[in-house]
């Protein structure tokens, strides 16, 4: 992948990020409202754009290089070829219950071409994204306050020998009361995503939290979040020209199709571009990286882990675990 063209990244207009299944699962009574105010200081924008390009899709050659092709992050991209998507069409997924034990199973969202044609999406990775829309001037003077870790020293860096990000030397920084605002978002959000997209019932909790930041060649190696059920990064301090999130399949690849466009079903990494304010969520299995910083300004995110409340699993199922039995 062209990693040094992170920076040319679009985002036009905010649009719907879940297929019909999706959507028709998050619509929910109204909660907690949030007065969208901008924040006083300069460097948070709130307005600005972001672009995506082809770039954010690679797998096979890490040096080839497609200028004609522009995918924009909420810009929803048919399957199919353009002769067979004049007449695409959405069927609306269907909702069974099981007679016998009561469960309740949703079908999949498919999409139609002209000649009848159905393609489904099995086992997709939910990743959810949403903003913050208050003003977070007085948090964004507590974060930048917030004292991290001396980054550690690699050879292998076009910047020098600083290579690793900033962690907080507080990994519970949500414990803080100068962020309680944002952990009471925090924690709706993830709650959301248990329930409307994960359909459970259970409880999340937030766990640990930490800042992290990034200098100039300054990156964040791949990794996955063990002994947590939901991750995810707010985002107090990012735009453009600063390194977006890198996502990477864990699906194993041993061939690859000459590959003409780059797609959710053929690209084994996605860069991610982030608005200032906006949470992503994802399960804290999903592997992720940031490339290094090539821009002076710094680079700062929230990250955390999450829990569930109570005990897991289904008796019915032999996947029951009494955590009450475990302390």
């Known amino acids: 992948m062209d990693y040094l063209n992170y920076g040319n990244k679009v985002e036009k207009k905010p649009s719907q990020k879940f297929s ?39 797998f096979g050659d890490l040096n080839r290089s497609d200028d004609n092709v522009n995918l924009n992050r909420d810009e929803h991209k048919p399957f199919f070829n353009e002769k067979t998507t004049t007449n695409q069409q959405t069927k609306e997924p269907v909702i069974y219950t099981n007679p016998k034990t009561g469960e309740k199973h949703s079908g999949l969202p498919t999409q139609v071409d002209e000649l009848g044609g159905e393609l489904i999406q099995l086992f997709p990775v939910p990743v959810y994204i949403t903003r913050y829309r208050n003003d977070y001037t007085n948090e964004m003077k507590f974060i930048h306050n917030a004292e991290c870790e001396e ?83 707010w985002y107090p301090q990012i735009n453009e020209n600063l390194p977006p999130i890198e996502f990477r399949t ?32 994802f399960p804290s299995n999903l592997s992720h990286s940031v ?31 009494p955590l009450d039995r475990c302390v």
């Not at 909660?31 to 754009?49: A, G, H, M, R, Y």
């Not at 590959?259 to 304010?277: C, D, H, K, V, W």
């Not at 490339?291 to 008796?315: A, V, Y």
């Open 20 to 58: 019909a299944l999706q959507n028709s699962a998050l619509k929910q009574p109204p909660q907690q409202e949030f007065i969208s105010v901008k924040p006083n200081t300069p460097n948070i924008d709130l307005n600005q754009k972001v672009d995506m390009s082809i770039d954010d899709f690679r």
């Open 151 to 233: 980054p550690k020293d690699t050879d292998n860096n076009l910047y020098g020998k600083k290579n690793t990000n900033r962690q907080s030397l507080d990994n519970f920084i949500l414990d803080n009361p100068e962020l309680e605002n944002i952990r009471k978002w925090i924690h709706l959000k993830i709650n959301e995503y248990a329930r409307n997209v994960m359909g459970s019932k259970s409880e999340m909790i937030i766990t640990q939290s930490w800042l992290n930041k990034n200098a100039k060649g300054e990156s964040h190696h791949e990794h996955v979040h063990p002994n947590s059920m939901i991750s995810g990064v």
């Open 250 to 281: 864990s699906s194993a690849r041993d061939v690859t199709l000459q590959i003409e466009t780059y797609n959710q079903f053929n690209s084994a990494t996605f860069m991610l571009p982030m608005r200032m304010g906006e949470l992503i969520i």
């Open 291 to 321: 490339q290094p910083n090539q821009s002076d300004e710094e680079r700062i995110s929230l990250s955390f882990n999450t829990w569930c409340k109570g005990n897991l699993g289904d008796k019915k199922s032999l996947t029951y675990l």
